[in-house]
């Protein structure tokens, strides 16, 4: 397993990784048992020589760092080549170097000829591995090479194993070779070269990059190149978080030790995390809602025999089992979810609620994220709950003379079980305004609406093309520090949906405080 | 091609399209030439039946609208399940039923003998072949099925076959297949069935679906199921935005017609933007980043020759290539689509004009589909222009009673010329309100107002995580019944920015009308 996230995966558009979060990296994936980490590019910015100087510091349990570059440049002698040099300076023990594997390339973008490009990759890596250094060498575009003219291809994977080569990577630099062909590409190579170790790096332009390192894998490589979470130039690279579960758990190959990959939920979120990027949602194994069930069907199969939907235990990789509310719900999802509330799937008050439920969603709500909404409608139906206040009249005024910015006011009053408090708060906005004068009505009677916090609010135009008088759909995310939760208002009005969505994110932080 | 975005798609986690969004779609998608547009599941939501009612308004060019459902249930007729009656009532020409092809499903899912399933699978499909419509079956978990018992998979298969099926589709339904195991399979399936058409319908819970979708192609199906985007349950369907152009481009085989794959990137982001989805800017083909290019070796050669580093020419797909760290580029298109304003990149204006665009695409506006706030700041800058009006002042006043609808009301002033007009209004909201008003303040000074409509409002939360006090973008769209134009506002006041965004929208209007 070589991961070279913190080199290949910086390519990435968006992706900015400071030397420290570089460090961290590094040794999340030596705790994980990485067997490589590409460190970077020594000499291609003064980032990656501050992180090749300080990961020296560390003493590594698994891991071994490995520092890119290219092979020495048309006409120089490797001695005499300055990026050469800097990967002895780097400090590593392994170094990968890169050579052109295509004959296009070579006469187009290298401008030199088939010849003298060979004679660059054997030499280079006879230089570096002269120097005592370990060497893997990285055939660019070897499949786009091999398909254009297979015979030079294979005489450049030859050079770098007459020049010492410990392992030869096959790269799909562009990213767009299908699995049978790379499958038949890495037979023929392992055919030809029967006792050299092979790799694949592939890249994603085509959809394709995880299924292509399992068919390398299928066909005799044994190292597999790729980065957390697939970042990477363009479409990414190989995704290290699909490819270590499917060969572990799919095809009972050797990895990284069996009893880490429960940490693997974790590390995707981390490096996520440490490059500032949002996860995706979607993605295999890792995903939030990767093991996230909606449809009906499915999770009446779930309760009885998690297999029927599922390819693999979630615990396996860290991830969580989750049931979605929705209009495709079935009552089992609700059942599921709310255990706790003694739902019983034939009371008149279950299929209530659910008749209930998807008519809203019909109207526009949406229950997925509005978990607090559902719970305290499931609540309201089963006439177990007392509400913390109630509106009696609600007033916004929003003023603005030329030049100034808008000046928001809200006056609200509530009734908290006997009594009647009015009150009125500015605010940066209208939401803002509204949120701000309940909080002040609600305080005297519940102190600990000072510790809920709006964290997200969202808002859905539905219906478009109706102009100012459609639909809008408005969630809003509240935590109060331990966990956070979900509500939703629909309506025609910004400020009614709003305040409908508000009304509850308290009403739901107080319930969860009180066990009203 | 067989899209099910409507119906498998909308499964997806925070996927949710209303009854005109999956029309719109429906249209879009039939423009593309996808052959079968799988609509929804009769009888299993209200939206789904409205679609159903609705879409038969409509006459398709290319495709052909399918509804889907299950086979008939454990011990009960075809004629009388209720399920498989609604296929019959919704008016479609294909019905597309799944039944069980994995031993384990029925024994333990269904409850039922594996002789009953058979059965059920084939009376099903020969009840709805009787009522003259073609079907085609889904035959869920297949893959799985064929794993663990190969011989029941096969006669599922066949049932359906003897049933009269048009078509029977591989089912890789939890998504966890590897590329070689459905290549064997539906190798096999050929072999055992040679006469049947086969197709594939795979999930991407191992980061397979495309893969697997290509190999069963190679191995001979005919048929792919899949949604726009990859939408869909857990980590998705197979992305039907990379099958078609990897069959297109790198297989040979037909899809669509090959003249429409250059809209594949606008249909990507038309689905994402009714979906109400951010686009996942590194997907294949499609996404933002997809052909970005970062690595300064990399962009070399690209000036040199494309194909270096680029699998495919974007614009086949209706992509661009994109060199990143180069705003220019894109000042120089701003420059190219006002040419008739004379602008002049190293004009004092021009700079002015242009540093003005940066600040503000910085602070959250967007011009791309704003076109006429473009224009307005263009022609302040460039002196020549005079505003139609000017806001002295606004008030809005939102109240709401205890069970009652919120009240809007919206008092403006404005300048118009040497004129003050000082009017008031009500609305359906607090925007629909400014509007009223605006528009009664125009009247007499500009009696054409009266033809601009607006058309769409869409709000955007930007920097979410920061609760109510969040910057909020509104783009509104409008139009004179010639023509149609967008606008923007941004503010962290939702009301501010719908203000700027409806101001631009009336200048621009009286703008083009007057030639002001």
């Keep these: 397993m070589y991961d070279t996230t913190l080199r290949d995966g910086t390519q990435g558009e968006g992706v900015s990784l400071s030397a420290e979060d570089k460090i961290k990296i590094a040794l999340r994936l030596d705790e994980m048992g990485f067997h490589y980490i590409e460190g970077g590019w020594p000499g291609s910015n003064p980032k990656d020589m501050e992180f090749f100087n300080r990961i020296q510091q560390y003493t590594l349990k698994h891991a ?106 096959l790269c799909d630099t562009n990213g767009g070779s299908l699995p049978l062909e790379v499958f038949q590409a890495v037979t023929r190579v392992r055919e030809e070269l029967p006792d050299v170790e092979l790799g694949i790096h ?28 697939g970042l990477g130039e363009r479409c990414g690279n190989a995704n290290l978080c699909s490819i270590i579960p499917n060969l572990t758990f799919k095809l009972g190959c050797p990895t990284i030790p069996r009893e880490n990959l429960v940490y693997l939920t974790e590390l995707s979120r981390y490096v996520y995390e440490l490059a500032n990027l949002n996860p995706a949602a979607n993605q295999p194994y890792v995903g939030e809602s990767a093991f996230a069930h909606k449809g009906g069907i499915h999770v009446s199969a779930l309760m009885k025999e998690p297999g029927t939907y599922e390819h693999l235990d979630p615990a396996l990789v860290g991830n969580t089992r989750r049931v979605l509310m929705s209009e495709l719900a079935g009552i089992s999802n609700l059942l599921y979810k709310y255990k706790e509330l003694h739902l019983d799937k034939s009371s008149p008050e279950g299929r209530q609620v659910l008749d209930q439920l998807k008519n809203l969603e019909h109207c526009g709500y949406q229950f997925e994220a509005a978990e607090g909404s559902l719970e305290l409608m499931l609540r309201k139906a089963l006439n177990g709950y007392r509400e913390p206040f109630q509106l009696e009249s609600m007033r916004l005024i929003l003023q603005m003379w030329e030049g100034q910015p808008i000046h928001s006011e809200a006056v609200i009053k509530l009734r908290v079980g006997e009594e009647v408090v009015h009150t009125a708060a500015e605010g940066n906005g209208p939401v803002n305004a509204l949120d701000n004068a309940l909080r002040k009505a609600l305080e005297t009677f519940y102190p600990e609406v000072a510790a809920l916090r709006l964290l997200d609010y969202k808002v859905r135009v539905l219906q478009e093309k109706a102009g100012t008088e459609a639909q809008v759909r408005v969630l809003i995310e509240t935590g109060n520090g331990k966990k956070t939760w979900g509500t939703v208002g629909v309506s025609t009005n910004i400020i009614e949906a709003s305040w409908q969505a508000l009304a509850d994110s308290m009403a739901y932080g107080l319930l969860k405080e009180h066990k009203l």
């Design 202 to 229: 592939a890249h994603n332009d085509g959809e394709m990059a995880v299924a292509n390192s399992l068919m390398a894998v299928q066909a005799g490589a044994t190292q597999v190149q790729g980065t957390v979470n």
């Design 64 to 169: 071994v760092v490995t520092a890119f570059g290219s092979t020495c440049r048309p006409g120089v002698e490797p001695a005499r080549d300055a990026n050469l040099n800097r990967l002895l300076e780097a400090g590593v023990k392994v170094a990968t170097i890169f050579g052109k594997a295509w004959d296009f390339h070579v006469t187009r973008a290298l401008n030199t000829t088939l010849e003298e490009n060979l004679r660059m990759v054997r030499e280079s890596v006879a230089y570096l591995k002269s120097h005592g250094l370990t060497v893997f060498f990285d055939g660019e575009h070897f499949f786009d090479g091999y398909k254009a003219n297979a015979g030079y291809a294979l005489e450049v994977v030859k050079a770098a194993v007459q020049g010492g080569a410990d392992a030869v990577i």
